[in-house]
């Protein structure tokens, strides 16, 4: 399973507003938006853009994260770096976008981890390898873990859509 | 079983006899509505239909709704070009409920949807806009969907997966005092459940206050219910409901009230007297953060903007203009009003506020979202403080993080731009 790096340590209710700036939503095709992720933290923004983050790293915030705008920008901007989110809770629509886009991220109601520590996610928890501790990942409702099964909602509603529509892929 | 307004609302919709908080449901949507972000929700709808022989076709013209309102008219040829692609795809498709950049028929989506008698009580109304919630002041259960998320519902008809919510009920008794109004209430109600506090949850408001609020007020309360966190907002529908639909929206035919049960569960029950309030105001940098205005009065204010989907409407620029008519803005103090929708700005000209507004020193901007967002006009200098009707404050929200913004009612915004400091109408004659 995932092993990597934190590199960013981020509090309570963490905006939309700060992972995906409003001045940047013109920007919308997922192959474009994440050069804006984050962009208001220049320098962690640098850091990405520059290559700086490795596929696998994470990001651990408090409870809350995605609260704000229903936009997927802010989604489909992390997922650009194949980076996954470990947040003690997440706001509803971003939790759902985030489904939808195939953005790896993880409930963990009691993470502890520090920007720098190394983590890995296996047996239903999250290691914390800098620390040796572990804590136990919230598993998702079976109806949306299928939407991940599936490789994501567009994926998911085109089975559907032919499904109902009596043809095969 | 005894069931929420919610918990019926959707046992209806979905032909079940009842629902429990929990159940899991693919629900038929009734209305689906975008801004802007149609042109993302074009992307992934197409994308469902790749590498299959069929064409992409939306499941219903009339029950999708499309209103520009984001970056109006457009600040970037980026824009220019989103809006002209959505258009191409408006009138390919047949989508019916489309309003365009126009002075006739344009406004902010929250305001465009009710005007114009496209929602109705026990509806299903999904938007691809966090305040979506606004519209369960007309009794729908209405929610904020992400744009991949109305790519399905825009081929299926259906959203799948909903979780019926578990219900916070908010009862407020008692009448507001003067100079306090929906917009202290709800920012008391989001500084009591915090920021998270109704998360995957329903906010229900109850009481003879609701009952005796207008439409106006009950939008102000259902759009900011997702400041706590919560699903939807909603105003089981009344006699009230009723009328706006009938008189301000020129709804025709039958009409659905459904009640909650007297006997109903509920998570919490968040009890309010009205009459004990103060103006309220919501300091940076969330909306949570909510103080009464004795603890921030006297705060110098850089630029005051009225308007948004939450109090941009007739009676909260009736409200301003009533306060500045003959006087004028403070030096050093910029007001900006924005109107929710042309059709508010033209009532607002003929009752001449827009004259009374002008004249005192307000900048009018045509309707649209422009300074709520602050990427298309309005936006903050570093180290400037804002106070706004507007819904959110978070860091970076007018465009600069470097800014602070503070959120207030339209009385509260409309007696500091006489002062240029955070000033208590209930101390202005
Ligand atoms: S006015 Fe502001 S909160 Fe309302 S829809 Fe526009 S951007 Fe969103």
Known sequence: MSKGK???????????????????????????????????????NQLLNEGGVPAGSFI?????????????????????????????????????????????????????????????????????????????????????????????????????????????? | MAMTYVQKLLARACDKDSVATGDILELPVHLAMSHENAALVINQFNEIYRGTSREPSVWDPDRIAIIFDHRVPAESSKTATNHKKTRGFVQQQ???????????????????????????????????????????????????????EMAAVWALGSILNVEVPGTIKVVVNGQLPDGVYAKDLIL????????????FKVIEFHGETISNLPTSGRLVLCNMSVEAGATAGVVPPDEETVRYLRDEAGVEGELELLAADT?????????????????????????????????????????????????????????????????????GTRLLVFPASWRIYTDAMDAGYLGDLI??????????????????????????????????????????????VFLCSPAVAAASALSGVITDPREVN
Request: proline residues 5%; contains cysteine; hydrophobic residues 40%.
């Open chain 2, 94 to 148: 047949g989508i019916s409920k489309f309003h365009d950049v126009r002075g006739d028929v344009g406004g902010i989506c929250h305001q465009i949807l009710p005007e114009n008698g496209y929602v109705r009580p026990g509806q299903i109304l999904v938007g691809t806009d966090s305040h979506t919630t606004t519209h369960g002041a007309l009794g729908a259960f209405a929610f904020g969907i992400g744009a991949t």
């Open chain 1, 60 to 169: 651990v915030a408090g409870d809350n994260f995605g609260c704000g705008s229903s936009r997927e920008q802010a989604a489909s901007c992390i997922k650009g770096y194949d980076i996954t989110v470990v947040a003690r809770n997440f706001a509803r629509i971003f939790l759902q976008n985030s489904i939808n886009v195939g953005l790896q991220m993880i409930i963990c109601p009691d993470i502890n981890a520090a920007e720098g520590d190394e983590l890995e996610v296996r047996e239903n928890k999250v290691w914390n390898l800098a620390s040796g501790e572990s804590f136990d990942i919230q598993p998702l409702p079976a109806a949306r873990q299928a939407i991940i099964d599936a490789g994501g909602l567009i994926p998911y509603t085109r089975k559907l859509m032919l499904e109902r529509a009596g043809q095969a892929l």
């Open chain 2, 359 to 404: 004249k005192a020193g307000a900048v009018v901007c045509n309707p649209g979202c422009g300074p709520c967002l602050g990427i298309h006009q309005g936006a903050l200098g570093d180290d400037e403080v804002a106070l706004a009707t507007t819904n959110r404050n978070f860091k970076g929200r007018m465009g600069n993080p470097g800014a602070e």
């Open chain 2, 263 to 331: 006997d109903a569960e509920y998570d919490r029950v968040v009890e309010i007297d009205a009459a004990q309030l103060g103006p309220q105001i919501a300091c940076p940098h969330t909306v949570d953060n909510v103080k009464p205005i004795d603890g921030v009065k006297g705060k110098k204010i850089n630029q005051i903007v009225v308007g948004s989907c939450t109090n941009g409407r007739l009676d909260d620029i009736e409200i301003v203009a009533r306060t500045l008519r003959g006087k004028q803005v403070a030096e």
């Open chain 1, 6 to 44: 934190v590199v960013l340590k981020l509090a309570n209710d963490i905006s939309t507003d700060i992972i995906y700036p409003g001045r940047f939503m013109a920007t919308v095709l997922p192959t474009e938006t994440p050069q804006f992720a984050f962009a208001d933290d220049k320098a962690f």
């Open chain 2, 188 to 199: 008391h109600v989001i500084g009591t459940l915090s920021a998270e506090g109704a998360n």
